[in-house]
């Protein structure tokens, strides 16, 4: 709207027909609510501020709950696997020392034995009797 | 419109002359109350309630077609306001805030009831509406006497007017509101207010002409 067009109109509004109408429009009757309309009106406050408040609540549980349940799970998980991993480990290295070094040693001495002529190889198929004796 | 009956009225309840007081804070005591109720003090809404109940609802009434849609919408107003107030920055005032809010949820109702508002075309002609402009002796404030008759005459053509005009009419010459005030409050630039306002003023004077030469020619 151009500023001569404003000024127009800023003058049409005080007229004397427009102050007319809006002292019409001002006389109108108002419009008070009933004391059962503010009730109800409360009512639906309270129940507005108490789900405000319920969700307010179950948004900082979660805020809080949600990291802390995921720092659990994380002890939880990599806490109790990382012990049973030791033992694992303990046990082949126990075990590779033990077995392997002892069936090494054992060859190791039969074979020096059959080297020296101390032992006989057995024939491949040949079924040694005297372990069954031996039992 | 005939009948503006809610049940008992609060002013016809003793000691209620207080509850539905038309009252005005000051700028220190609005802030103070909103700052309260932005940390969801029942009790300081209720006395910012108190305030406007009647204004929001006497602009809602006439906004809407239907009493009882009018009472639930005037409560949604305060429930959103309520609900949203962490989020009023204070850049308006409470009163502007209240009436956007109302204004946005009658306009909402409207388009769900897919109501065609708009009953009368009130664009600007190009003499100006010059017809308004004849001097009327009748038509003077001083001389009308209101009658309920007039007063209902002046409630159907503020019904029969479209919805934008009727917003600007209330919020201005009901509600007190100045120019930026509505025009904050409508999302609308000043100039546009000030014409939609001409152009309400006119359509009253044309329905209460009516009416005033009927009484003459009886």
Same mark, same amino acid.
């Given at each position: 709207?151009?500023?001569?067009?404003?000024?127009?109109?800023?003058?049409?509004?005080?007229?004397?027909?427009?102050?007319?109408?809006?002292?019409?429009?001002?006389?109108?009757?108002?419009?008070?609510?009933?004391?059962? @309309?503010?009730?109800?009106?409360?009512?639906?406050?309270?129940?507005?501020?108490?789900?405000?408040?319920?969700?307010? @609540?179950?948004? @900082?549980?979660?805020?809080?709950?949600?990291?802390?349940?995921?720092?659990?799970?994380?002890?939880?998980?990599?806490?109790?696997?990382?012990?049973?991993?030791?033992?694992?480990?303990? $046990?082949?290295?126990?075990? +590779?020392?033990?077995?392997? +070094?002892?069936?090494? $040693?054992?060859?190791?001495?039969? +074979?020096?034995?059959?080297?020296?002529?101390?032992?006989?190889?057995?024939?491949?198929?040949?079924?040694? @009797?005297?372990?069954?004796?031996?039992? | 419109?005939?009948?503006?009956?809610?049940?008992?009225?609060?002013?016809?309840?003793?000691? &209620?002359?207080?509850?539905?007081?038309?009252?005005?804070?000051? /700028?220190?005591?609005?802030?103070?109350?909103? !700052?309260?109720?932005?940390?969801?003090?029942? !009790?300081?809404?209720?006395?910012?309630?108190?305030?406007? *109940?009647?204004?929001?609802?006497?602009?809602?009434?006439?906004?809407? %077609?239907?009493? =009882?849609?009018? %009472?639930?919408?005037?409560?949604?107003?305060?429930?959103? &306001?309520?609900?949203?107030?962490? %989020?009023?920055?204070?850049?308006?005032?409470? %009163?502007?805030?209240?009436?956007?809010?109302?204004?946005?949820?009658?306009?909402?109702?409207?388009?769900?009831?897919?109501?065609?508002?708009?009953?009368?075309?009130? !664009?600007?002609?190009?003499?100006?509406?010059?017809?308004?402009?004849?001097?009327?002796?009748?038509?003077?404030? *001083? !001389?009308?006497?209101?009658? *309920? =008759?007039?007063?209902?005459?002046? =409630?159907?053509?503020?019904?029969?007017?479209?919805?934008?005009?009727?917003?600007?009419?209330?919020?201005?010459?009901?509600?007190?509101?100045?120019?930026?005030?509505?025009?904050?409050?409508?999302?609308?630039?000043?100039?546009?207010?000030?014409?939609?306002?001409?152009?309400?003023?006119?359509?009253?004077?044309?329905?209460?002409?009516?009416?005033? /030469? *009927?009484?003459?020619?009886?």
């Amino acid at each position: 709207m151009r500023p001569d067009e404003m000024l127009k109109l800023d003058k049409e509004l005080e007229s004397h027909h427009q102050k007319a109408a809006k002292s019409l429009v001002s006389s109108l009757d108002s419009h008070e609510p009933s004391l059962e @309309w503010r009730s109800s009106l409360n009512a639906r406050l309270q129940a507005a501020g108490k789900v405000k408040k319920r969700r307010a @609540w179950l948004a @900082w549980t979660t805020a809080v709950a949600a990291p802390a349940a995921a720092v659990a799970a994380f002890v939880i998980f990599f806490g109790a696997s990382e012990p049973s991993q030791g033992v694992v480990a303990e $046990t082949s290295v126990a075990a +590779d020392t033990s077995i392997e +070094d002892e069936l090494y $040693t054992h060859y190791m001495a039969s +074979d020096s034995r059959m080297a020296l002529g101390l032992d006989m190889p057995h024939e491949p198929g040949e079924f040694d @009797w005297s372990s069954i004796d031996g039992l | 419109m005939k009948d503006r009956r809610y049940g008992p009225k609060m002013s016809q309840i003793a000691g &209620a002359d207080a509850l539905s007081a038309r009252k005005r804070f000051d /700028d220190a005591a609005e802030k103070v109350l909103l !700052e309260q109720c932005r940390r969801q003090d029942y !009790e300081a809404f209720s006395k910012i309630v108190d305030a406007y *109940q009647a204004r929001v609802m006497g602009f809602v009434r006439r906004m809407l %077609r239907s009493e =009882e849609e009018a %009472r639930d919408v005037t409560q949604e107003v305060f429930i959103k &306001a309520f609900q949203a107030m962490g %989020r009023f920055d204070g850049r308006s005032s409470l %009163r502007t805030w209240l009436f956007r809010i109302a204004h946005n949820l009658c306009i909402d109702r409207a388009r769900k009831a897919q109501r065609s508002l708009t009953t009368v075309s009130l !664009e600007p002609t190009e003499d100006g509406d010059s017809a308004f402009d004849v001097p009327d002796e009748r038509w003077s404030p *001083q !001389e009308m006497v209101l009658t *309920q =008759e007039l007063k209902d005459i002046v =409630e159907d053509a503020i019904a029969s007017m479209s919805t934008k005009l009727r917003t600007v009419l209330i919020l201005h010459d009901q509600e007190d509101m100045g120019y930026e005030e509505i025009a904050a409050a409508v999302d609308v630039p000043v100039g546009t207010v000030k014409s939609r306002l001409f152009l309400a003023r006119a359509h009253i004077k044309k329905h209460a002409s009516e009416y005033l /030469d *009927q009484q003459v020619k009886n």
